[in-house]
């Protein structure tokens, strides 16, 4: 696989995906090579356009810059059937025929953190595999975003003119993890409104939060209180605003050198590696829990457990007795 | 939760990849099956209209899909088919299962069937049918 061998490197992916034994050792044994590529975020409600923008980025980073460009694109799975169609390769076919550019989709099948889990390790497959840039696509649409933005290094939240209720709607969680703001599809009417919007909305929540990711280089905020506030202004982040319309290309050279500051700004302030070590914890963290429950269901025979609900329904027992006795049984 | 994840059709869902080679435009029937396929707890990779067997090969192998199923009524059958059923023996995946749907001559079963199609649909097939000889067929493989 770190040959370079395409088949081997899909086959690897389906089993770090299934989490199956054969994947877990591959992640094992493929872990020193990682932490090389750039790990790129892109998130948004439907149709904002993030697949063509991906589309772009990839190509931009292929012509420009010679870089070898994984994708990973995530749909939603049927809480139903376990089914899915995923069609973001619809909008990638430009990257077709350019073996430097790996695209695989992924159905977020539905399981809690498992989703973040499996991306995890499918970005380690593509990092160790010698992509330096990772583009991660998802649907902007809750708790599992955030959990993916937390694996890369940057994220960009795209928003697209005329979705204003969304907006809206975004603000309080995906917001918040943006690097970089995209509005896309910027040739449509309402493109001013939006800008103001997600300007007035940026002013508002940034010097609040995540204090140490501003960075000095848009000064739009006004600083004279935040500079008592935070010390010095000149180290902070503040997420541009990037204007794009994917279908054209345009915007897009824009859009990378601000990824490409946003890198640097990481690297210089220290971020990187502080942003590296919180996602090394917390994928620690899902791992342990993981392991914990597994060796719980071991030791605890289900039979247990079904006796314990019987008496939380009688309510002669309350959750939490209920938590305690089965954790005592567990320690014997 | 727990019980989910050990049972074979999650440890192993089936990814299907629905593609349509060739130049007619008519991605109807392609997107019922996908639906379909959908509806039956299949993951399905939709690649859109106007494929050459390049890319649809390409995309076989980088989804590492265990069926692919072609889409087909400018009746290039004869020539698109053994195409991609050759690249994916290229590629190292003699193992996918190739189905094929759209405006197919009854003469030109028996070729296909040579050539390694597991299965050929025209109008009116049932979808129930493209399923169970999709899980059949994979089944069989294993």
């Known amino acids: ?332 | 939760m727990s019980e989910n994840k050990t049972s074979p059709e999650q440890s192993r869902r089936i990814r299907v990849l629905v593609a349509k080679p060739g130049l007619d435009g008519h991605d109807r029937g392609a997107k019922v099956v996908a639906r379909a396929l959908r509806d039956a707890g299949m993951e399905v990779i939709y690649t859109g209209l106007r494929q050459t067997p390049e890319m649809i090969a390409e995309a076989a192998l980088q989804e590492d899909v265990d069926v692919v199923g072609l889409s087909i009524l400018s009746g290039a059958h004869m020539a698109l088919a053994p195409r991609i059923l050759d690249l994916l023996k290229a590629n190292g995946q003699s193992h996918v299962k190739v189905f094929l749907g759209g405006i197919i001559p009854d003469e030109d079963l028996p070729r296909l069937k040579e050539m390694g199609v597991t299965g050929v649909y025209g109008p009116g097939a049932n979808t129930e049918d493209i399923i169970n000889d999709i899980r059949g067929a994979l089944a069989e493989k294993a």
């Not at chain 1, 076919?93 to 995890?120: E, K």
């Not at chain 1, 001013?192 to 929540?205: G, H, I, P, Q």
């Open chain 1, 1 to 332: 696989m770190l040959a370079g061998d395409r088949l081997s490197l899909a086959r690897l992916l389906t089993r770090v995906e299934n989490d199956s034994p054969e994947g877990r050792a591959a992640l094992v044994e493929l872990f020193p090579y990682t932490g090389k590529a750039h790990l790129i975020g892109v998130t948004g409600a439907p149709g904002t356009g993030k697949s063509s923008l991906v589309n772009q980025l990839a190509l931009h980073y292929r012509r420009q810059a010679d870089q070898r460009v994984a994708i990973v694109a995530v749909d939603p799975s049927s809480p139903f059937t376990g089914g899915a169609v995923l069609g973001d390769r619809v909008r990638m076919r430009d990257l077709s025929g350019d073996p430097q550019v790996f695209i695989r989709s992924m159905a977020s099948r539905g399981s809690l953190g498992g989703l973040a889990q499996a991306t995890a390790g499918m970005v380690q497959v593509f990092d160790a595999a010698g992509f330096d840039v990772i583009l991660i696509e998802t649907v902007g649409a809750g708790q599992s975003e955030v959990d993916i933005a937390r694996l890369a290094h940057t994220t960009l939240v795209v928003e697209a003119p005329g979705l204003g209720d969304d907006i809206q709607a975004i603000k309080a969680g995906i917001l918040e993890i943006a690097d970089i703001l995209v509005i896309n599809k910027a040739d449509r009417p309402g493109v001013e409104n939006t800008e103001r919007a997600l300007k007035s909305t940026l002013e508002l929540a940034h010097p609040a939060q995540r204090i140490f990711l501003h960075h000095g280089q848009v000064m739009e905020v006004k600083s004279g209180d935040l500079r008592s506030a935070q010390g010095d202004i000149s180290t902070m982040w503040i997420p541009p605003i990037q204007k794009t319309v994917s279908t054209e290309g345009r915007g897009i050279p824009e859009l990378v050198e601000a990824i490409a500051r946003h890198a640097e700004h990481l690297r210089q302030s220290g971020d990187w590696v502080a942003r590296e070590r919180a996602r090394l914890e917390v994928e620690l963290e899902m791992l342990i829990q993981e392991a914990l429950l597994a060796r719980f269901r071991e030791d605890v025979p289900a039979q247990k457990v079904q006796q314990v609900i019987e008496q939380m329904v009688k309510r002669d027992l309350s959750p939490w007795e209920a938590v305690k006795s089965l954790m005592n049984g567990r320690s014997k």
